[in-house]
């Protein structure tokens, strides 16, 4: 590849919020001396603000479902003649289905270098003849790639040993957390207390938080059913909310199932939110009692906030948590240690201070987004060479 032009990349996801989380600030950090940067993604509310960023956006819708075979088709089409068209260097792919079509739409258009930035394997949950329907479809898409990045160390085995990818064309990376933005000295007791007003929520109250998306996945359910025990030892305790609606995703859900729990009373829902570093500070308490994670980005912004986190005991959430350390690892689908977990954290303050200190400590250790960054930058300099 020739050292005296741009690099020429591609980065290819389902749906704008997956940049505006994980992506964007990455792509701001791309010297543009050195590489000129595309994103294909589906129509969303964030494309305009990253237009005025600079950020060169191409819409291609993607469907977020798993089976739909009829808009897969034109996607992978439409994909395959916008590369080709473009010539890119390097294309990346991010989140399940976007990766599977676009590393066939890659390797159809010939792109020199395809990496699969890999966020969990979906088929972990799957019952064994859809497993295996997955396993052989995520092999024949990871043919085109030249290089995985895996944000799991427990994904990394399971590509070596489901032979999806080999173990010399794979790059752990893990996850990055911006220190400055999630920095919990920001936000002293005054900001926390204008906070709670500005929310309406009683500066008295014991907070228990979750963001994430609004589907039965994040273990919503469960934590429901959890709070309804918390809220007989704690009348007062409050489950905040804030995670974005995804009606075309089968698992779903609306608000107002809360009612069926009867704790309604006793929840705030913020919905969508672009301040969530001043959301942190509030709760006393973080939960992720997710059914599938690739890592729990979450999870982890909670812990750069000293806040102690309560997290299913599944692949990705243990990467996240050091049980008993930094928070407390609970069996998926199970509402009574979910209830069990908030209500020793809410009746031991200071286990929750020892929890955050802990967990602020591990993030600047092994999440620093500078670390993750400058990993992903050195690979993507190594494809000068391909």
């Known amino acids: 590849m020739p050292t005296d032009r741009k690099i020429k990349i591609c980065y290819v996801v389902a749906v704008d919020i997956t940049i505006k989380l994980i992506l964007q600030n990455y792509l701001k950090r791309l010297d543009k001396k050195e590489y000129d940067v595309w994103v294909v993604c589906s129509k969303g509310s964030f494309l305009e603000e990253f237009a005025e960023a600079g950020i060169k956006i191409k819409i291609i819708n993607i469907s977020r479902k798993i089976f739909s075979p009829f808009c897969d088709l034109i996607s992978l089409v439409s994909l ?8 890119f260097d390097i294309v990346q792919l991010q989140t399940p289905k976007a990766a599977f079509l676009g590393q066939l739409a890659a390797g159809f258009a010939g792109v020199p270098f395809i990496i699969n930035n890999n966020f969990g394997f979906y088929f972990h949950n799957f019952p064994p003849v859809k497993k295996a329907i997955f396993i052989y479809l995520e092999k024949l898409a990871a043919k085109s ?15 070596i040993k489901k032979k999806i990818f080999p173990a010399e064309k794979i790059k752990y990376i893990g996850f990055g957390i911006d220190l400055k933005r999630f920095n919990p000295e920001k936000f002293q007791k005054n900001f926390i207390l204008k906070k709670k007003k500005e929310l309406g929520i009683d500066e008295k109250k014991k907070v228990v938080g979750i963001i994430a998306r609004m589907v039965e996945e994040k273990g919503y359910l469960d934590l429901f059913s959890a709070f309804k025990i918390v809220v007989r030892n704690f009348p007062e305790a409050l489950l905040l909310i804030v995670g974005i609606f995804e009606p075309e995703k089968k698992d779903a859900i609306g608000i107002n199932i809360i009612k069926e729990y009867g704790i309604e009373k006793n929840v705030l ?42 997290a299913s005991d599944i692949r990705g959430c243990r990467e996240s948590v050091e049980d008993k350390k930094t928070g407390i690892l609970v069996p998926p689908k199970n509402p009574e240690r979910i209830a069990e977990a908030i209500l020793y954290l809410l009746k031991n303050p200071e286990v929750c201070s020892e929890f955050g200190a802990f967990g602020r400590k591990k993030i600047e250790k092994d999440f620093n987004e500078e670390q993750v960054f400058e990993i992903i930058n050195q690979e993507y300099k190594k494809c000068r060479f391909v």
């Open 269 to 310: 829902f913020l919905g969508e939110r672009k301040d969530i570093e001043e959301l942190y500070p509030v709760m006393d308490v973080f939960v992720l009692p997710s059914h599938r994670e690739g890592l729990g980005n979450t999870i982890l912004e909670a812990s750069a906030m000293k806040k102690p986190v309560i």
């Open 80 to 87: 395959t003649i916008f590369l080709k068209n473009h010539k």
């Open 145 to 159: 790639s030249d290089l995985m990045f895996a944000i799991n160390k427990e994904d990394i085995q399971t590509a």
